[in-house]
C-alpha cells in the first residue's frame, strides 16, 4: 500500500489557523525577500577601505548580517561573527566603531538598492496573500531609513501595509517587542498571526511573542542551517504558501 503523501507547507499552515489563512504575515526583510547582502557588502568594502582595511567580501558579509547595521560594523571591523561587547575592546574601540557606522550608512545610502534582488517567489506569495486579503508588514532590523526606497525599488512596497526597522522601537529582534507592536498597531492577536524569516533572530522573536514561525532555507543565519531554530514550519520557497 502506498503510503499518504506528506502534506504541503501551506496546507499545514493553513491547519494550524484552524483550516484558515492567517490573518497576519510578518515578514523579515534581508534574506527572506530580499537578498541585500550584494549591497551590504559593497557598502562594507568601502567602509573598510577607507579605513585602510582590507574587504571584507560577500561570503564573509553573508555571515555577518541579521542583527542590524551597528552588529554588522562590528563584526566587519573584527572579521567574524562572534565579536566582544562594545566596552570590552581596546580603548579606541568606541570611537573606531562610531567613525566605522558614519561611513558605513554614508555608503549604504549610496549603494542600497542597486545589487539587491527579490528571492524566487517573493512576489508571487506577496501577490497571493493580497489576493487572500491576508495583512502583511515587514519586522527588520535593518534602520527604518533604508526600507520604504528598497521595497520601491523593488515594487513590493504596494503589499506591504506597515513596516519596522531596527530602530523603530526600544528594542530589535529576537526580543519580541517590534512583533508585539506591529499586532497591536494591526489588531490581531499572536495566535492568527505567522512570523516568515531566515535566521535564529526570527525564530526566537516569533517564540517569544507567542507567534507560529516559518523559515526559509536560502538567507542569512551566520551560517547555520536555520532548521537547528526549531520554527513551526521550514519550506526552501515562498511558492509553499501560494495555492496550487
Known amino acids: 500500500m ?40 559593497a557598502a562594507v568594502d568601502a567602509m573598510l577601505l577607507e579605513l585602510g582595511r582590507l574587504p571584507a567580501g560577500v561570503e564573509n558579509v553573508r555571515n555577518w548580517v541579521g542583527n542590524g547595521a551597528q552588529v554588522l560594523v562590528r563584526r566587519a571591523l573584527h572579521g567574524a561573527v562572534e565579536v566582544p561587547v562594545l566596552g570590552s575592546l581596546i580603548d579606541n574601540e568606541g570611537g573606531l566603531q562610531e567613525q566605522a557606522h558614519r561611513l558605513f550608512l554614508k555608503h549604504y545610502r549610496l549603494l542600497s538598492g542597486q545589487f539587491a534582488c527579490l528571492y524566487t517567489g517573493v512576489r508571487e506569495c506577496l501577490v497571493y496573500l493580497q489576493q487572500q486579503r491576508v495583512a502583511v508588514a515587514v519586522v527588520t532590523n535593518k534602520p527604518i531609513e533604508f526600507v520604504p526606497h528598497l521595497l520601491e525599488d523593488l515594487h513590493i512596497a504596494e503589499f506591504i501595509q506597515l513596516s519596522l526597522g531596527g530602530d523603530s522601537c526600544a528594542e530589535k529582534k529576537p526580543h519580541p517587542e517590534p512583533l508585539l507592536r506591529v499586532m497591536s498597531e494591526m489588531s490581531v492577536p499572536p495566535e492568527r498571526a505567522l512570523m516568515v524569516g531566515d535566521s535564529r533572530n526570527d525564530i526566537e522573536a516569533a517564540r517569544a511573542a507567542g507567534v507560529r514561525s516559518l523559515a526559509v532555507t536560502y538567507g542569512y543565519n551566520h551560517g547555520r542551517p536555520v532548521r537547528e531554530e526549531a520554527p513551526d514550519f521550514i519550506c526552501d520557497s515562498l511558492l509553499a504558501l501560494v495555492a496550487g
Open 2 to 41: 502506498t503510503p499518504p503523501s506528506p502534506l504541503s507547507v501551506q496546507q499545514r499552515v493553513r491547519d494550524a489557523f484552524d483550516g484558515d489563512q492567517p490573518e497576519l504575515v510578518m515578514f523579515d526583510l534581508d534574506g527572506t525577500l530580499v537578498d541585500s547582502v550584494p549591497d551590504l557588502a
